[in-house]
């Protein structure tokens, strides 16, 4: 027998649910699947919301911001809430405050209280995912955990993808408000599966018995902290940035309540959110990779459909389309991944995975160009999520390696809001490097443009001439033909931007790669959560 397991109360040694816990997975990764699709199925129905409900474009993007940043503030802290509460307990209730909302939204009259339903939403949902990590983790002997771990990660990786498609079709074919009721069913179903099915182990039921101390200084912080970085994320690029006092002052407040939350948790006894954590080199490296993780998932699901919207002329349905190949490739590869846990270091996965992004990256920015095929576009997206599907299952498993079972749910909650605060950064980088390489590079095309340009006035004497051939004065196919070359130019310029910022991403994931190799060993063959050096 391990040390590890030599050191655990003999009742969490023997400890196994009731009921088959693959029952009690396909339950819990249900209600995350909804939560994570909730997520982004409301992207694409903005234009329908706001028209609906008599709001202009840029208040209704506050339907994304709101749910993400109650989201954003709940998750660090949803390990403490299950102590709190009882795991089981806290999975439901969240399942029912965001059943709850869910239904309110779809009933809003206004676009305030839809926000505020929104908000609401957020809080519930932002229990689901780490705890239906959590309960996989404790309900899974170690050698099935990598497979278990799988069906989650299929949730997480997949419904990001498959959201912005469901969300369109909904809202083309029927209302904005069925985004939000289409969800009821699957969400009470899954409430009542988890009050038959879940159950806390025994060391969960007497650590909620000892009694915990609530931090409201802690919670002050978190909440004025999170909050105001997820708004600083979602409306930055909007606003411009720090030329807005709005967002100057907002991320004045989010640097100086992190900061100060994580001094005052270090040296509290009963912490909301366990910073000491930290020190194990492995969780803070499991918890870098999966925030670069979600950084790279969320970041490329932006760039490749609007390349091919904004500078192709693509529609957001069959945009989205060009993203189905690589769910597929992931739905195929996760739970491949997640039985080789059982078989080869975590390590070496997670080198392996970051290997074939950066790789997959750096191809996306040599190929990449205004004649890509429908087709050739699919195999840039396959490209980028094979290394994604060698990452999330051994990087979720490599965060608990070494951490004290009564810490799951912690550990759940930290990794869970690292992949998430990770997807939000990523989103926010490459929105905004899009524009300013963008603008960068048509200055440097633009400067190649001029009239004493023997080759510029050829061509566009040229294209004046067959501009002209259709009827138009000659002054007017003039002004037609330079208006062209300034939208050529303007195309281009977007071009180069996106082949930029993958060369960007590819970097970063090769600082990853060589990451990887100071990861603790573990021992595969007893589930990969064992340190043996």
Known sequence: MS????????????????????????????????????????????????????????????????????NAIVLPISGWLAELMGRKRYFMMSLAIFTVSSLLCGLAPNLPLL???????????????????????DTFPPEQ??????????????????????GGWITDNYSWRWIFFITLPVVLLALYLTHTLVEDPPFLRRLKRGGIRVDYIG??????????????????QEDDWFGSHFITTLAITASVCL????????????????????????????NLMMFMMGFMLF???????????????????????????????????????????????ARWLIATGWLCLAIGLFYCANQIDLFVSFNFAMWLRV?????????????????????????????????????????SIGTSVVTTMIARRAQYHQQILVGHITPDSPAYRSALHALGSKIGHSGLRAADAHDQAIARFYELVHQQGGALSYMDIFWVLGALCSIMFVLAFFLKKNDPGAGGDIAVG
């Open 299 to 345: 970041s490329t699901l932006v760039l490749i459909p609007e390349f091919l919207q904004t500078l192709m002329g693509y529609t957001a349905e069959l945009a989205g389309l060009v993203l189905s190949g690589g769910g597929v490739i992931l739905l195929v590869m996760m739970p491949i991944v997640g039985r080789l846990t059982s078989k080869i270091q």
């Open 145 to 166: 955990r990598g497979s278990a771990f799988a069906v989650y990660g299929i949730t997480a990786v997949l419904a990001p993808t498959v959201g912005p498609m469901l």
């Open 115 to 137: 926000l505020l339903f929104r908000a609401v939403q957020g809080i519930g949902g932002g229990g689901l995912q780490p705890m239906a990590q959590a309960i996989l983790n």
């Open 259 to 286: 900061i100060s939350l994580v001094i005052w948790e270090w040296f509290r006894k009963e912490p909301i959110i366990d910073v000491r954590m930290f020190k194990s080199f492995n969780f803070a490296a499991a």
């Open 219 to 236: 919670i002050s912080m978190l909440t004025l902290g999170v909050g105001s970085l997820q708004v600083v994320l979602d409306k930055g």
């Open 3 to 70: 040390a590890t397991a030599l050191t655990l109360p003999s009742d969490q040694v023997v400890w196994r649910p009731k009921v088959n816990p693959w029952a009690i997975a396909a339950t819990v990764s249900m209600a995350a699947f909804i939560e994570v699709l909730d997520t982004s199925v409301a992207n694409v129905a903005l234009p329908y919301i706001a028209g609906g409900l008599g709001a202009s474009y840029d208040d209704s993007t506050w339907v994304l911001t709101s749910y993400l940043a109650a």
């Open 383 to 423: 490209a980028q999520v094979v290394g994604i599907g060698f990452l999330f299952v051994p990087i979720t498993a490599a965060g608990y390696i070494g951490v004290p079972p009564e810490k799951g749910n912690s550990v759940s909650g930290m990794i869970n809001f690292m992949r998430n605060i990770g997807g």
